[in-house]
């Protein structure tokens, strides 16, 4: 499930929940996120494959107060990455990549490549532990992927401020290794994409595609813990 995911998320808890930053509405949740994917997504080339699909990323924040809210939110998003359902208006905030955000409704499309539900820890407060989100993605495998025949057809990385490569084997507190980095987001996000497109970017003939993890983590290491925690943080100023 998470074979594709070079770039994902993690930040310290008490640096980051604390963080005035976090009182975001819907629509700045949303242009944060943008600015993620374009200054470190794009911009420090953690996943070349991303500037193609930009123009087509649906970035959808989700104000979901329960687990069993965020499942109808990331079905909904599943059916309308799947061509399945149509995009509407209203609702919670809505991007599609572009380079000019201003408005908070949904941006008609006929169908997005790949989605990323931006999911709101304020309302949700357990979404402030990463591996809760990695629980939560449990039922989101069986109970939206599986449920609707799409485990062929679909794949779901994990993002969150809180997110380490070394899952259960570090404390939720611990800050000390840059490379984790290469796997944090501004907010707890599921990054649903689909198999035909991960296997076309599999098979386009970049180089060295599987030392591509490793050569994040590197760089991410000679950067440092500071930088890259400024560079997150950055994001939220829009």
């Known amino acids: 499930m998470h074979r594709f995911s070079s770039f994902q998320v993690f ?8 963080n005035a ?21 794009i911009g420090e080339k953690l996943c070349p494959f991303a500037p193609p699909v930009k123009s087509k990323l649906r970035i959808k924040v989700s104000n979901a107060k329960s ?22 208006s209203g609702g919670s905030s809505s991007l599609i990549g572009k380079k000019d955000h201003t408005e908070s409704s949904t941006v008609p499309i006929a169908t997005p490549e790949t989605t990323l539900i ?4 304020t309302t949700c407060p357990s979404l402030t532990d990463f591996r809760e989100l990695v629980r939560l993605s449990w039922r989101v495998q069986e109970e939206v992927i599986n449920k609707h025949s799409y485990a062929s057809l679909l794949q779901q ?30 907010f707890p996000t599921i990054h649903l994409l689909r198999e035909i497109d991960v296997m076309k970017a599999v098979t ?5 595609l599987e030392g591509l993890p490793s050569r994040n983590k590197a760089k991410m290491r000679m950067d440092g813990v500071s930088l890259c925690r400024r560079r997150l943080e950055d994001c939220k100023d829009v």
């Open 11 to 18: 930040a310290r808890r008490g640096r980051y929940y604390s």
């Open 21 to 41: 930053k976090n009182l975001l509405d819907e629509c700045d949740r949303a242009k944060a996120t943008m600015k993620w994917m374009d200054s470190i997504v």
């Open 67 to 88: 687990y069993d809210e965020i499942l109808r939110d990331v079905e909904n998003e599943a059916h309308v990455l799947m061509g399945t359902k149509s995009v509407t």
């Open 118 to 121: 931006v999911l709101d820890e």
């Open 157 to 186: 990385v994990l993002f969150h401020p809180l997110a380490t490569h070394d899952t259960y084997g570090k404390s939720n507190h611990v800050d000390d290794d840059a490379a984790d980095y290469t796997i944090r987001s501004p």
């Open 204 to 208: 386009s003939g970049y180089k060295d």
